[in-house]
């Protein structure tokens, strides 16, 4: 780990942290994202890993893990609630140099976060677990019983998830990404190691995958516990307990981190709906194809995903400093870097996905839609950058009820009805088409939103100033 934080270090200009407030905006938002980025990417490496093992078992355990995702999707909708609420307000008060209040913030985020794990209690259950996933269309017995023996982990590693993912959040604030790294790096690395052991040696199945993982983050917990006490101005504590007096700043983090729990929430409902639509027109061979076909997106994507989470700290930083130029610098910055990396990325996935689509072992006719699914979303991904770079100032200035709106007309008002009309008329090779179309008008709808936030921040500086 030594020789990986020197090399992070060089990266990072000699120096593990970045000054969010001075200096080259370009260069320091680069050095920020880079390992932003390469944290994601282990992350979608950790599901991807997790996918890769399971479809060796069948194509039946293939969908199972399919009709996981909105589950697995709504614990990050949770999570990533309370740790872009946090974010936002832990990295404002830095900025305005209320150091105090930072550290109130961040103890109360973590235990909001902490009550918040109550409710995925449920699907410790089979029955509640298969109430659930018969919503989503799962009717077959075997599909619904690999679904809980998957899910069935995630209540007892919500309290290590929401613990790294709040502390994670506090790192960035600091203008350190690379302990965030390392903590994936540790998680993902012992889940690499543990899934071919948890599922065939020990014959554990779905169930192993999922407590590798389990062991993967309860390992980790324990080093950020070390780098909180060692590197970190905000300390917290892993026995964090909810109080009473706790309740204000957990409204101040609702406001902002709520519409963001909904955004990613409707994800998994559009999902879930998507899901439902594809499987009655063209059976489980679009459902297994879509499948793959995200997971292997998701190395592109997600790279994406990496710069906006080093861009919010470094937005709401600024905001607290009241640099509105600034800010436009770094957004300027971060388009730059997305169009260079993300389009880049998806550009190679698109052109050569059959090196990845061979590790799930694949039937051709499941091969060939997952193909042509990557190829027909990458399209819309420069409509992505652009919605994805904006969301970030949303958030970080407090309105990412902005956020919720574009999500849930690009995941429902717009996905659901193209995807449920091209059904109706197209073959499945063109039924992806629904994506490129509901990217360009979430795109749209974030110009006219930024354009208005632009406009209000602007006055509420002059009126400060």
Known sequence: MNIFKRAASAIMGGRLTVDLGEGPVLSSLLRLSIPSIAMVLFHTLFNLVDTIFISWLGESYMVAISYTFPVQIGVWAIVEGVGNGVTALVGRRLGEGEKELAQRTATAGLAFSYLLCLLWIPFLFPGPSNAFFRMLGATDPVTLRQAWLYNMWIPPMMVFISFSYVVNSIFRCQGNTVVPLCFFTIANGLNLLLDPIFIFVFGWGMSGAAAATFVGRFVGTFYLIKKMRESSEIKLSFFTAPRRAMIKIWRSITAVGLPVTLTTGS?????????????????????????????IEDLAFNTLMGINDALVPF?????????LERMRSGIRAALIISGAITVTAGLLVACFPRPIISLFRPSEDIAAVAIQSIRLTIAGYPMVIYSVIYNALFIATGNSSYGLVIQVCRSMLLRIPAVWL???????N?????????????????????LILFRKLKKEMATAD
């Open 430 to 450: 063109w039924v992806w088409l629904f994506q490129p179309a509901s990217f360009t008008g979430a795109a749209a709808l974030t110009w006219l939103f930024s």
């Open 422 to 428: 091209l059904a109706g008329f197209v073959s499945v």
């Open 267 to 295: 994800v998994a409902l559009g999902m879930g709906s998507v899901n439902k639509i594809l499987a009655s027109t063209y059976g489980n061979v679009a459902v297994a194809g879509w499948m793959v076909g995200i997971r």
């Open 315 to 323: 937005l709401a930083f600024n905001y607290g400093r009241r640099s």
